[in-house]
């Protein structure tokens, strides 16, 4: 299994940017497919957006397509979540998490990740 620590989240007005880090280690992480997933209070746990570490293969939910970008480092141990232009709707609990490379096929159903970060909080005021 991939071990998952996020960190970055925080109190931003609309419009702002945020950057979020997934620090993943484990002896899988190079053929990893590795997303960020958000929870808002009373709604299910939603894709935000996946990079399949290997090829650098990334996938975004069409809400955010445009302004959030998931890019890793070179040692592709980290992947970062570059989100811009934040609306009041953004806000939510932040999880990373990480799949074999076949959970890239249905990238967005949380159900194919193994393994979970503990979360970062996102707040995004009007």
């Known amino acids: 299994q991939v071990q998952l620590v996020e960190s970055g989240g925080g109190s931003v007005q609309a419009g702002g940017s945020l950057r979020l880090s997934c620090v993943a280690s484990?002896?899988?992480?190079?053929?990893?497919?590795i997303g960020w997933f958000r929870q808002a209070p009373g709604k299910e746990r939603e894709g935000v957006a996946t990079?399949?570490?290997?090829?650098?293969?990334?996938y975004y939910a069409e809400s955010v397509q445009g302004r959030f970008i998931i890019s890793q480092n070179g040692a592709k141990s980290t992947v970062y979540l570059q989100m811009n232009n934040l609306k009041p709707e953004d806000t939510a609990m932040y999880y990373c998490?990480?799949?074999?490379?076949?959970?890239?096929?249905?990238?967005?159903?949380?159900?194919?990740?193994?393994?979970w970060g503990q979360g970062t909080q996102v707040t995004v005021s009007s």
């Open positions: 990079i399949y570490s290997a090829a650098g293969t990334t």
């Open positions: 484990g002896y899988t992480v190079r053929r990893s497919c």
């Open positions: 998490a990480a799949a074999p490379w076949q959970g890239c096929v249905s990238w967005n159903t949380p159900s194919g990740y193994n393994s």
